[in-house]
């Protein structure tokens, strides 16, 4: 079956520091979508990528869909603390339009203060 | 923004006994719904997709006698775990998308999850 590959699996950064994490699929996918889980919640959507070599930013974070359709990355520049936690890409592929998405397996951040 | 609406967020039963978990779209309808598992530490793996006044369908793997769906209406899913066992354990979390936008370019918005502990 279809499958993402995230990475990197876990981060541990300073305050301040950038973070970068990436998607790779070897199917095309015609959404990317970005979200950001706590502990015992359920994922709250940060960025949604709807076009080929889209660019879209969110505040300190900045995501884009891969021009093969078939990566994304998700930057957050100058981390806080309160950006702790698991990080998901998911992809919607294009057969059908039911909003069926396929996940990563998430990047854990950690953020020493 | 959209929002889910997921009850309970957490619940405790006695193995062998059913347990039902709803998902409400509440400012938005959502012919279609969706039902993922995720166990600690792991990602989200999707169980089952729920569709209004039809048959769930499910993915490979998940047995539709035990994790049964009815989405009766077009704001409200429900998953029934029947004859819960301690493996079953696991955070189960809802989501829908806003389907009155028929562009498509409506990202899933998902519940709060609910955490099923099976003693």
């Known amino acids: 079956g279809q499958q993402l590959n995230q990475s990197p699996q876990s981060m541990f950064i300073q305050e301040g520091e950038d973070v970068s994490m990436n998607c790779t699929s070897s199917s095309i996918f015609n959404t990317w979508l970005w979200y950001k889980q706590d502990p015992g919640e359920g994922p709250v959507l940060l960025i949604a990528l709807y076009k080929a070599g889209e660019l879209t930013s969110n505040g300190r974070l900045t995501a884009q869909f891969g021009t093969t359709r078939k990566d994304s990355f998700l930057n957050i520049s100058a981390s806080i603390p309160s950006d702790v936690g698991i990080y998901f890409c998911a992809g919607q592929l294009p057969s059908g339009n039911t909003g069926k998405l396929i996940f990563g397996q998430g990047t854990t951040l950690q953020v020493k203060p | 923004g959209a929002v889910v609406s997921q009850h309970p967020s957490w619940v405790i039963c006695k193995s062998g006994t059913s347990v039902k978990i709803e998902c409400r779209s509440l400012?938005?309808?959502?012919?279609?719904m969706f039902w993922y598992r995720q166990f600690p530490k792991q990602s989200l793996m999707l169980m089952a997709t729920?569709?209004?006044?039809?048959?769930?369908?499910?993915e490979q793997g998940v047995e539709k006698d035990k994790f049964l769906i009815n989405h009766a209406s077009l704001t409200l899913s429900t998953l029934t775990v029947t004859s819960a066992h301690p493996e079953d354990s696991s955070f189960y979390i809802c989501?829908?998308?806003?389907?009155?936008?028929?562009?498509?370019?409506?990202?899933?918005?998902f519940g709060n999850g609910t955490r099923l502990t099976v003693t």
């Open positions: 729920s569709n209004e006044g039809s048959k769930a369908t499910y």
């Open positions: 989501s829908a998308r806003d389907t009155s936008r028929l562009s498509g370019n409506s990202p899933l918005h």
């Open positions: 400012d938005f309808q959502a012919t279609t």
